[in-house]
């Protein structure tokens, strides 16, 4: 075996964001700068000589270039054994699981998630730790330190491997085992959720529509709805993974997703239910027929119902939700008498809360839920939950909504996002907005007051570790609020996101529409940050 030492130059660019490394393809394509980060990773990360790494991703485009560099460089890096997805094919939450099940070190997850893929869209590397979790801040910030200084990357003098046929070969000293990406995940969803009574339902006629976008849950709702769950041929739809998601950008809110919510709105055409996932399938959109439920009321509704799952039958240790995430779910949690715990955007920091069994279910307003089952967010996951739940239940989705509302109240959430700003602008509108926070409290906006006013920071109740910075909100009297936060997942400019939320309680409005029931927040959210005048925006690009 000879190990090749290349040597080259650090990038000053390589600070993992919210979820890993994302750039433009064209970035990532030029020299050494892929190789820098898995081998700063690899640096940093240590394995013990002979340790497992997971390799998979979402299939976009450059997925199949950078695995095959990333086993000729884990080879020469000491690992012992490489699993990679058939095809280059892993899923976000299908990575996580792999990595748990084979007691792998860790995992190389290639995706920009829900961006767009193709020569002139996006790329991404994350680095998933043994839990099979993302890594968490301080592993990310040593690999950020690392790329600053590094000098060399080492790989084997070796071919590409066949991705596509499966079984083993060797590579240096290491053995690569290609494996089917679906099984390990389907056959742990089987272990959590009551089958057999969903196919029943479905033989009663229970039908519903998902929409892979032409990412990678395609062949993963394939196994478990149409084959395991006995859904029609055709419930999958755009189920074949493509390398530039079909020129969509597999993002499944109410602007991308339109064609499912349309769909769904239909009251001759829509199935019971529908479901749709994002490019690395860890995010879930879920529409019940004649009704959008937005990702926080999701949580918050599948928290009240979960103990009718198999796998979650002895009920939940606590919850956990992203600070912008609603809260929806902490009424569930206060109801149920369990912890409810608020972290800072981004699933790396539920990681700990899961592991030390504090938390069974987690979520975010962004479309993302997941339990302790792996350490993502699994979009399948939730949708599977949602089949067990109504077909426990023999209700349907707005049954269930109205239903949660008339016990717990109704949070009226959107978020608006503001794409593509000047950083500097964007930075601008930040720091003069933290500043102002300590006059707020008191002030009134319209028919709104302000009860409190802060920049948002965590302390880890497990690790003591503390992350600021996290967020400026803007809480109200009697329970609504706004958040302002920059997006750490971009890869062009800046994009400000603006949360939005404002509680009903049952005794109050439930039904009405949520624009509506907003405009006093979203007139306040600009009154309060200048929006307009630092960016020369007057609406949002994308409101979810
Ligand atoms: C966004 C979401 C966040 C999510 C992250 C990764 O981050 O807001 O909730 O965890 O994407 O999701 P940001 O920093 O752009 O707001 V995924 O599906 O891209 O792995
Ligand atoms: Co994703």
Not at 68 to 79: D, E, K, L, V
Not at 145 to 155: E, G, S, V
Not at 270 to 278: E, I, K, L, T, V
Not at 376 to 384: C, F, I, M, S, Y
Request: aromatic share 8%; proline share 6%; glycine share 12%.
């Amino acid at each position: 075996m000879t190990i090749l030492t290349h040597p080259t130059t650090p990038y000053l660019d390589q600070k993992p964001g919210t979820s890993g490394l994302r750039k433009k393809v064209r970035h990532f394509q030029q020299p050494n700068y892929a190789e820098n980060f898995i081998q700063a990773v690899f640096d940093v990360v240590a394995a013990p000589a002979g340790s497992t790494l997971v390799v998979g991703g979402d299939g976009r485009f450059h997925n199949r270039t950078v695995i095959q560099q990333a086993i000729r460089m884990a080879a020469a890096n000491g690992y012992g054994r490489v699993l990679v997805g058939q095809g280059g094919i892993l899923s976000t939450p299908a990575a996580s699981a792999v990595i748990r099940k084979y007691g792998a070190n860790g995992g190389l997850i290639l995706s920009a998630s829900h961006n767009p893929g193709g020569p002139d869209e996006d790329f991404g590397i994350k680095y998933n730790g043994a839990n099979g979790g993302p890594a968490p801040e301080n592993v990310t910030e040593a690999v950020f330190a690392r790329t600053k200084a590094i000098d060399r990357w080492l790989a084997v003098d070796a071919a590409d491997l066949d991705l596509d046929a499966p079984g083993d070969s060797v590579v240096g000293a290491m053995t690569v085992s290609v494996i089917d990406p679906v099984a390990d995940w389907a056959d742990l969803m089987e272990s959590l959720f009551d089958f057999a009574l969903i196919r029943r339902a479905v033989a009663d006629g229970l039908t519903m529509a998902f929409d892979a976008m032409h990412a990678v849950t395609g062949p993963y709702a394939h196994e478990v709805l149409e084959r395991r769950l006995g859904f029609a041929a055709g419930t999958v739809r755009n189920g074949v993974p493509l390398e530039d998601f079909g020129g969509h950008h597999p993002d499944p809110n109410l602007v991308h997703a339109r064609v499912l919510h349309d769909l769904m709105m239909d009251p001759e055409m829509a199935p019971a239910f529908g479901a749709a996932s994002d490019g690395d399938g860890d995010r879930n959109l879920i529409i019940g027929k004649g009704i959008f439920v937005t990702p926080s009321d999701s949580l918050a509704m599948l928290a009240a119902n979960a103990h009718l799952a198999p796998g979650y039958a002895n009920g939940l240790a606590g919850v956990a939700r992203s600070m912008p995430t609603s809260a929806a779910v902490d009424r569930v949690a206060q109801g149920l008498g369990i912890a409810c715990f608020e972290t800072p955007t981004g699933w790396k920091f539920f990681g700990n809360l899961l592991d030390a069994g504090k938390a069974t279910l987690c979520g975010e307003e962004s479309a993302g839920t997941g339990s302790d089952h792996v350490r993502e967010k699994d979009g399948l996951w939730a949708v599977l939950l949602w089949l067990n739940v109504i077909a426990a239940r023999g209700a349907s989705v707005a049954e269930i909504a109205r239903g949660h509302w008339a016990r717990y109240g109704r949070n009226y959430y959107a978020r608006h996002d503001y794409e593509a700003i000047e950083s500097a602008r964007a930075d601008a509108l930040m720091a003069e907005l933290a500043a102002a926070l300590p006059a707020l409290p008191g002030r009134a906006f319209g028919p709104l007051s302000v009860a409190a006013a802060d920049s948002f920071s965590y302390d880890d109740p497990v690790d003591g570790s503390t992350s600021t910075n996290q967020g400026l909100r803007v809480q109200f009297e009697g329970g609504s609020r706004v958040v302002f936060r920059l997006s750490g997942t971009g890869t062009e400019g800046a994009t400000l996101r603006v949360y939005l939320e404002r509680y009903e309680p049952p005794s109050g409005n439930l039904a009405a529409e949520t624009p509506d029931m907003l405009a006093d927040l979203v007139a306040a959210a600009e009154a309060i940050a200048g929006i307009a005048r630092h960016t020369g925006r007057t609406a949002p690009d994308v409101i979810t």
